[in-house]
């Protein structure tokens, strides 16, 4: 079938203000009051034609553009990918990006939407060098990445104690992936960022065990890792030339013998000691044996995304990722980038006084909030600080709210969303630019 765009409305017989019309063989998406922008409506009209159960399309006419074309593919979009979208001919940097922003999307949203049983953290942390390997390759030169994925007992044995912990349980291994990308090829360069990811492959709760509903889709505890992965990559494919380092913390949280418990105190390298009062609360726990690595790295700038609290979605829903930060010129920073790339992100508190309602009577800290009423998570950020030494600044948590939908909206299919790839990337390229 093909697709038109036309800035004149349809007939009043397609319906009051109607978005689509046919015409034999061909849909028409009308846009409204001639707004040449209007992206969410282009989405919008995909996901009414996927509904219909058209599957091929072409996309026809000068009225398409880079934002059209993208706006569409995400809309169009399905896990299943049983579909086929033909692109007008566009200008060659335009096509380049569309191109990169369809691989590196449909990277995030292949490993969100990939059952638990086939993406081991082991796998993760493989498929995620594989892909910003291949990135660097084509963008840059394959000499650009190093990494190394330690694994197993090595973790405990190496310090990782975060991640041994939360992994032990599983027969599948936890790991972390340390990987470089550094364009300059000096050992000495300095590090632009490091990026933090909850690689959390299943997480069943633990002994805090999730209702079967809750657990249904926490194949997509990893969201954070890939979106990061994903969003590298983009940064890579826009002409990204300062080095940055990922860590993608990966385990599966599950009941057995070997796993943790409530009681358990875990100490870390940097010497914290942290309470477990809830194994359903794991992801800050391998997030923070991440974010110790990134912080001895003394880069300009540390992000950590992950898909973490309950208690952000509860407060912005599916539809943004929520920012908590105590660095207002970084927040900043992030909310121009988000706006350039018309993502949806919306800041939650994170202050001092979170640091102290994470209090334990046997440990420095608890891993959940330990007042009668508290911010879950303001609470998870505070407890993410406690390993990044100078947390108040250049230091930007993303709780990953948007990542993955569980029923469809008007916009977006049942699924990962690939929401944030485009706008990390932006913040990383701008910082790169200063």
């Given at each position: 079938?093909e697709?038109?765009?036309?800035?004149?409305?349809?007939?009043d017989?397609?319906?009051?203000?109607?978005?689509?019309?046919?015409?034999?063989?061909?849909?028409?998406?009308h846009?409204?009051?001639?707004?040449k922008?209007?992206?969410?409506l282009?989405?919008?009209?995909?996901?009414k034609l996927?509904?219909?159960?058209?599957?091929?399309?072409?996309?026809?006419?000068e009225?398409?553009?880079?934002?059209f074309?993208w706006?569409?593919y995400?809309?169009?979009?399905?896990?299943?990918?049983?579909?086929a979208?033909?692109?007008?001919?566009?200008?060659h940097?335009?096509?380049?990006?569309?191109?990169?922003?369809?691989?590196c999307?449909?990277?995030?949203?292949?490993?969100i939407n990939?059952?638990?049983?086939?993406?081991t953290?082991?796998?993760l942390?493989?498929?995620?060098?594989?892909?910003i390997t291949?990135?660097?390759?084509?963008?840059?030169?394959?000499?650009a990445v190093s990494?190394?994925?330690?694994?197993?007992k090595?973790?405990?044995a190496?310090g990782?104690?975060?991640i041994?912990t939360?992994?032990?349980?599983?027969a599948?291994?936890p790991a972390i992936?340390?990987?470089?990308f550094n364009?300059t090829?000096d050992?000495?360069a300095?590090v632009l960022?490091?990026?933090?990811g909850?690689g959390i492959?299943?997480d069943?709760?633990g002994?805090s065990?999730?209702p079967?509903?809750g657990m249904?889709?926490?194949?997509?505890?990893?969201?954070?890792?890939?979106?990061?992965?994903g969003a590298l990559?983009?940064?890579?494919?826009r002409?990204?030339?300062q080095r940055v380092?990922?860590?993608?913390?990966?385990a599966e949280?599950?009941?057995s013998?070997n796993?943790f418990?409530?009681g358990?105190?875990?100490?870390?390298?940097?010497?914290?000691t942290?309470?477990?009062?809830?194994?359903?609360?794991?992801?800050?726990?391998v997030?923070?044996?991440?974010?110790?690595?990134?912080?001895?790295q003394?880069?300009?700038?540390?992000?950590?995304?992950?898909?973490?609290t309950?208690?952000?979605?509860?407060?912005v829903?599916?539809d943004y990722?929520?920012?908590?930060?105590?660095?207002?010129e970084?927040?900043?920073?992030?909310?121009?980038s988000?706006?350039?790339?018309?993502?949806?992100f919306w800041r939650?508190?994170?202050?001092?006084?979170?640091r102290?309602q994470?209090?334990?009577?046997?440990?420095?800290?608890?891993n959940?909030?330990?007042?009668?009423?508290?911010?879950?998570?303001?609470?998870?950020t505070?407890f993410?600080?406690?390993?990044?030494k100078?947390y108040?600044q250049?230091?930007l948590?993303i709780?990953c709210?948007a990542?993955?939908?569980k029923s469809a909206?008007?916009?977006?299919a049942v699924?990962?969303?690939?929401?944030?790839?485009?706008?990390?990337?932006?913040?990383?390229?701008?910082k790169?630019?200063?």
């Amino acid at each position: 079938m093909e697709i038109i765009l036309s800035f004149r409305p349809a007939s009043d017989s397609w319906g009051k203000s109607a978005i689509l019309s046919f015409h034999g063989d061909e849909a028409v998406i009308h846009l409204k009051n001639n707004e040449k922008n209007d992206r969410t409506l282009v989405q919008r009209a995909a996901r009414k034609l996927r509904g219909q159960g058209i599957k091929e399309v072409e996309l026809v006419g000068e009225e398409w553009n880079l934002d059209f074309c993208w706006a569409f593919y995400q809309g169009f979009y399905t896990a299943k990918q049983d579909y086929a979208i033909e692109f007008p001919h566009l200008d060659h940097d335009l096509q380049d990006e569309l191109l990169a922003r369809i691989e590196c999307s449909d990277f995030v949203r292949e490993v969100i939407n990939e059952p638990a049983q086939t993406l081991t953290p082991m796998k993760l942390a493989e498929r995620a060098a594989t892909f910003i390997t291949a990135k660097a390759e084509h963008y840059s030169e394959k000499s650009a990445v190093s990494f190394q994925i330690i694994s197993g007992k090595a973790l405990e044995a190496q310090g990782y104690q975060g991640i041994w912990t939360v992994g032990k349980g599983s027969a599948n291994v936890p790991a972390i992936l340390q990987l470089d990308f550094n364009p300059t090829q000096d050992p000495n360069a300095p590090v632009l960022a490091c990026l933090v990811g909850k690689g959390i492959t299943f997480d069943s709760g633990g002994y805090s065990i999730k209702p079967s509903d809750g657990m249904s889709t926490m194949r997509t505890d990893m969201g954070g890792a890939a979106l990061l992965t994903g969003a590298l990559g983009l940064a890579i494919a826009r002409g990204l030339t300062q080095r940055v380092k990922l860590y993608l913390c990966c385990a599966e949280n599950l009941v057995s013998s070997n796993a943790f418990k409530l009681g358990d105190i875990i100490t870390y390298r940097n010497g914290v000691t942290a309470e477990i009062l809830n194994t359903d609360a794991e992801g800050r726990l391998v997030l923070a044996d991440g974010l110790i690595e990134a912080d001895n790295q003394h880069p300009e700038l540390i992000i950590d995304c992950a898909t973490l609290t309950g208690a952000a979605k509860v407060a912005v829903g599916n539809d943004y990722h929520s920012v908590l930060t105590m660095d207002d010129e970084l927040a900043a920073a992030l909310f121009h980038s988000a706006q350039a790339e018309n993502e949806p992100f919306w800041r939650l508190p994170f202050e001092e006084f979170h640091r102290s309602q994470i209090s334990s009577s046997f440990a420095d800290i608890a891993n959940i909030g330990t007042v009668p009423v508290g911010a879950g998570a303001s609470t998870a950020t505070a407890f993410l600080s406690y390993f990044v030494k100078n947390y108040q600044q250049s230091w930007l948590h993303i709780d990953c709210s948007a990542t993955y939908r569980k029923s469809a909206s008007d916009l977006w299919a049942v699924g990962a969303t690939g929401i944030g790839v485009q706008t990390l990337a932006n913040l990383l390229l701008s910082k790169s630019e200063k």
